[in-house]
């Protein structure tokens, strides 16, 4: 399974971006998926999950209310749409997911449950 996540970019305070991750193959519509970020000289950091179905989500604490994570099954497709950035929401941001888990363990798990991980997307939110 490969994964490539496009449409970071620079962005001022209170805009908006939606990131988009495109799988190489429909077996992942059978399961769930995730965005993680990894800013710099942090580790990285759960961010949000979706079940294969799309009717469970998940998030964490410093993003709820201005992320919402979606898929379009069709298209193998999850995607990120990031409302209000904050400053501190600057990162490299990865797709991922698991063929083990689900959406809430990669929500909770310290490691995430990920057998799959994509390529980072920047998102850089001035001030």
């Known amino acids: 399974v490969q994964l490539q996540a496009s449409g970071g970019g620079l962005v001022q305070a209170g805009g908006s971006l939606r990131l988009s991750c495109a799988a190489s193959t429909r077996a992942v519509s059978d399961y769930p998926m995730a965005w993680f970020r990894q800013a710099p000289g942090k580790e990285r950091e759960f961010v949000a999950s979706i079940s294969w179905g799309g009717g469970l989500t998940y998030y964490a604490d410093s993003v709820k209310g201005r992320f919402t994570i979606s898929r379009d099954s069709a298209k193998n497709t999850v995607y990120l749409q990031m409302n209000n950035l904050k400053p501190e929401d600057t990162a490299d941001y990865y797709c991922?997911?698991?063929?083990?888990?689900?959406?809430?363990?990669?929500?909770?798990?310290?490691?995430?449950?990920?057998?799959?991980w994509g390529k980072g997307t920047l998102v850089t939110v001035s001030s």
């Open positions: 991922a997911t698991t063929r083990r888990s689900t959406a809430h363990t990669m929500a909770t798990s310290p490691s995430g449950d990920v057998d799959y």
